[in-house]
């Protein structure tokens, strides 16, 4: 049954008569007391004492209260800390000053992508592949190494690299593309995000780059031909870094001003013996003018020109006038500066002749192969590098340095005097300052590491994303015009979307476009270090021209139709509490939201309950390959598939929306009604989904088992999906505990909720509650599981021969490695067991895998649930953890729990072993790897090794999220 609890005040409180204000008093040990207070607290302590996580706040002055109520170190947000970067975001924030007009907004790769995909057939990783990328002027947007750009990707800059044995200059990473790979597609590269101030005004970046010939055929070679049974190999696995022949290549970024970019390109031998390295910092225009388009963003021609040997000017439309001076070699000589076109290599693509003979290549064709008249002798263009051919020792490093500004921001004095190491000092200070007001104190040296390269790869992680779907389909009034077939393919209901924003990513080379539940999450360790951003990206992804006109927000750019978990409101949600004190939070930010939620919420009823019963589909909802069928096709059987996750996410969406439609009523009284309204939508769709019956009115509740599955309806008969996987978990989520002191304050809501309860019966006989409104004060749960069922379900999350593992919860239980789940279909074997790694199949791509790895999102959302499960029922409810272990703990320790076994990926051990990187020995000994930390997109199940992308900081950086709910730090009170 559902759980609909109202409680009594306990004895323990304070009578309401005799003592108007009850006060819990942390303890050292997490238990806690009440004591009689004489006087309100004032509002200044209040905001001290506001709590972080969820509903589970601190509020004072009332006088009930969960038996769960606790307290824990608050968040601080950075822009009401007192330092430089503050300072920097407030004038950001006020407009004041432009400070986030640059940053790391370059994708790290651009070829490949659906938005530079003009083909007939959607085949992107065959038309623009790799070997294209250095000869082809991209359309969309620019990609690079280590680089930076403005918000708009006018003027780009980026290193590029030759170690005099590579085929071609290295410009940008390097990757199979999904067929290559044998679980699809994957970077192989080594780099690292190493830090970044929310404005961008430090930043740090580093590239290893082999003194050895890289090896692209092997690797290309050696993945085609394992099977998906065999792991990946990779770069380390060639052997370049052996014996330390490689180098290390640090891009290091101040900010003067907002418009005043000091660079520093710092290259250090990490080998044996000297070794040459050819750099080219690279300066350029994205083409803008070329394609004969007049939406916003196209522009005339721009113009680099060479003033002085170390001073080169840039003229662009709307960017204005640029400056870029170049810094003399380590022996004080200026290098030459190497100048061509951003054009299209049309001879060498198309055998056409171009305007121009000076095209994007030009740079390779002159390093690599020697072609001295690849390059423009007339020292202008729309790119340019400065080329230093450096000589370095083993154990040595060399230095460049390079200023880029505006014309406002000209250096009165040599651009590399005393002020540029004073500047970049301040900066490097100043990220120390802000962080040290942000971590909590009690954090050790190792998550502090942690904690600051988690936010460094959320902040590298923002791209320019620019995508107009109408020009894109009808292609360009001076490009070849696409195939026809194109208008009914790819992204055909979405003409309206209009992308030309600075958004996070999944990760800048795998995933270098945005998904919409992933940027959900990504904005939650956002809100610590930068509120304004969040709450910024949020309301984008609810605009009219994101938003499609029925109500769907767009998934990702392979098909913006597809169906992700509705997490957003919970973000939103979230968002809205972190980042404010109690009575200072913005509410027009969560009005605005929320009816633009509204919209969404309704495109999910309308669109994916297709009975009309409450029990929803939706297909993958971003699970990938959780289930027994590719869940966004047609099933092979016929029939429908009610999904388990499906109903409960909408659950949980529907249960959020309540909260915030509360919270907004407090403010103004209209939004009671859809308080109401999402009240009893949420019991229906509860109702439904813990029915018991014939197959008609069959839930999803398997009362056999003790879990939620999915269910297949054919032919009037219903048949459980028994895979016990993370969409039995899922349920789980959708809880809320209400405080009868806030339902006191809206009569039109606690009269409606009375009128349900007395009047439907035939939902009411499904509710679990007391019923005696009228004696004393109430707490009111909301959720799917009625106690009995949550404590069966828990049984199996916490036994570590099914869901938990040393480092988290599995997506699929264990048990299936010896009992996997099979199907017999039409004659077709389908079978679904525990693979702890990468994925054994090709369903989306091979590249990711539900079946058994840990996901850090879900992982999350699960540790904030038994936090609420908590704050009902406090220590009244205690569970075995491990199951089997004897060892009973309350549902808050729970949570602590699995926050520990999470961080426990990134945190090295007494053999300096973090398990995200598996059993590399660089990564626990080596000086110059062992500090690295890499945010993979997800982890083995087994032994915590990291997999998939690797550079998916966005929602792994929650893993920053655990460490803080750790932290030893209680509130004063």
């Known amino acids: 049954m559902a759980s609909l609890f109202r409680k009594k005040k306990t004895s323990s409180s304070p009578d309401k008569k005799d003592n108007p204000v009850a006060k819990t008093v942390v303890m050292s040990d997490d238990k806690h007391k009440t004591e009689g207070v004489k006087e309100s607290t004032s509002p200044e302590k209040k905001d001290k004492e506001e709590e972080d996580g969820g509903i589970l706040e601190v509020i004072e002055s009332i006088p009930v209260r969960a038996k769960g109520f606790f307290s824990r170190a608050p968040t601080i947000v950075g822009i009401h800390l007192s330092s430089g970067e503050a300072d920097r975001l407030k004038e950001d924030k006020d407009r004041k000053s432009n400070w ?218 709307t960017l204005g006038t640029s400056h870029f001076y170049v810094g003399p070699g380590p022996d004080g000589t200026q290098p030459p500066l190497l100048w061509t076109e951003n054009e299209t290599n049309m001879e060498k693509l198309h055998g056409v002749e171009h305007y121009t003979k000076y095209v994007k290549d030009a740079f390779h064709r002159y390093v690599v192969n020697g072609e001295t008249d690849a390059v423009c002798p007339d020292k202008k263009g729309t790119k340019v590098a400065a080329y230093y051919v450096l000589e370095v020792p083993s154990g040595g490093e060399a230095t460049v340095k390079f200023r880029l500004c505006d014309e406002d921001s000209i250096p009165k004095k040599d651009p590399f005097g005393p002020d540029f190491d004073r500047i970049f000092t301040d900066r490097k200070c100043d990220a120390d300052e802000y962080y040290d007001g942000i971590l909590p104190g009690s954090f050790t040296a190792k998550e502090i590491a942690v904690a600051r390269q988690g936010y460094a790869g959320l902040l590298w992680s923002k791209q320019f994303y620019h995508y107009i779907v109408q020009a894109w389909m009808d292609g360009d009034p001076d490009a070849p015009k696409p195939s026809p077939a194109r208008l009914e393919g790819r992204n055909k209901e979405w003409r309206h979307l209009f992308n030309r924003d600075i958004i996070s990513m999944p990760d800048k080379w795998e ?188 839930g999803l509740w398997d009362d056999h088992d003790g879990f939620y599955y999915d269910f297949l309806r054919l032919d009037g008969k219903s048949k459980p999906m028994r895979v016990r996987s993370m969409v039995g978990l899922i349920p789980l989520y959708a809880c809320l505990v209400l405080e009868d002191e806030v339902i006191k304050k809206l009569p039109g809501f606690r009269k409606r909720l009375e009128w349900f309860l007395a009047n439907r019966q035939d939902l009411a006989k499904q509710i679990s509650y007391l019923d005696d409104l009228k004696s004393g004060e109430f707490c009111h749960l909301l959720a799917i599981p009625s106690r009995t069922r949550l404590e069966r379900v828990l049984k199996y999350m916490l036994d570590e021969n099914e869901f938990l593992s040393p480092f988290g919860l599995r997506s699929l239980s264990k048990v299936h490695e010896k009992e996997p789940f099979i199907m017999e279909v039409g004659g077709e074997h389908h079978c679904v067991g525990y693979v702890p790694g990468e994925s054994n199949t090709y369903l989306f791509g091979g590249n990711s895998n539900w079946r058994g790895p840990i996901w850090l999102c879900v992982n999350f959302l699960m540790i904030e649930s038994l936090e609420r499960y908590y704050f009902y029922y406090g220590e009244d409810l205690k569970v075995e953890n491990p199951t089997g272990s004897g060892n009973m703990m309350n549902l808050l320790d729970v949570s602590k729990d699995l926050c520990r076994r999470v961080s426990t990926l990134f945190l090295p051990d007494e053999n300096g072993r973090r398990p995200c990187h598996g059993d590399d020995p660089r990564y626990m000994s080596d000086p110059f790897w062992k500090n690295l930390v890499l945010f993979y997109e997800y982890f083995d199940g087994n032994t915590g090794r990291g997999c998939g992308a690797s550079h998916q900081t966005g929602w792994t950086a929650l893993a920053v999220r655990c460490l803080d709910k750790l932290a030893k730090e209680d509130v004063p009170v």
Request: aromatic letters at 16%.
């Open 511 to 698: 995933y270098p476009w945005y998904a919409s539940w992933d940027l959900a999450f990504h904005m939650i360790p956002f809100a610590k270090i930068d509120p304004e951003f969040s709450k910024d990206q949020l309301i984008l992804f609810l605009r009219e021209w994101y938003m499609a006109p029925n109500g769907q927000i767009p998934a990702y750019e392979f098909e913006f139709s597809d169906v992700n978990p509705p997490v957003h409101a919970w973000a939103v949600w979230r968002v809205y509490k972190m980042t404010a004190p109690k009575g200072k939070r913005d509410v027009k930010f969560l009005a605005r939201a929320f009816q633009k939620l509204i919209l969404n919420f309704n495109w999910w009823v309308n669109r994916k309950d297709p009975s009309g019963k409450n029990v929803f589909s939706g297909g993958f909802l971003g699970l990938d390959n959780i289930g027994i069928f590719d869940r966004s096709k047609p099933l092979p059987t016929g029939g429908e598939l009610e999904q388990a996750d499906g109903t409960a996410w909408m659950a949980f969406f529907c249960v959020v929306m309540l909260d915030i439609a509360l919270e907004l009523a407090q403010h103004d009284i209209v939004y009671e009604d859809m308080a109401s309204k999402f009240f009893e939508h949420f019991v229906l769709i509860v109702d439904a989904m813990n029915k018991i019956g014939s197959c008609e009115d069959q």
């Open 100 to 317: 986030k007009r640059w940053g790391p907004y370059l994708s790290e790769r651009q070829w490949a992508t659906v938005r530079e995909d003009y083909s007939s057939d959607g085949s992107c990783w065959d038309y623009f592949p790799h070997d294209h990328a250095r000869s082809r002027a991209y359309r969309w947007g620019e990609d690079g190494l280590l680089g930076i750009t403005d918000r708009q990707c006018r003027l780009c800059f980026c290193v590029a690299l030759w170690n005099g044995k590579d085929p071609i200059l290295k410009e940008r990473l390097f990757g199979l593309t999904g067929s290559e790979g044998n679980h699809g597609e994957d970077c192989k590269e080594c780099y690292y995000y190493l830090d970044s101030t929310p404005t961008h005004s430090y930043m740090e970046a580093l590239y290893k780059y082999p003194q050895a010939e890289y090896p692209y055929a092997r690797l290309v070679e050696e993945n085609k031909n394992r099977s998906f049974q065999d792991p990946e190999f990779e770069l380390e696995d060639t052997g370049v870094f052996d014996e330390s022949k490689y180098w290390d290549i640090y891009a290091e970024y101040a900010k003067g001003g907002p418009n005043d970019i000091l660079i520093k390109i710092r290259v250090c031998n990490r080998g044996p013996e000297t070794s040459v390295i050819h750099l080219l910092p690279t300066l350029w225009y994205r083409n803008t003018w070329i394609w004969g388009c007049e939406h916003e963003g196209c522009t005339r021609k721009s113009l680099l020109k060479e003033i002085e040997p170390n001073h080169i000017r840039g003229k662009h439309e």
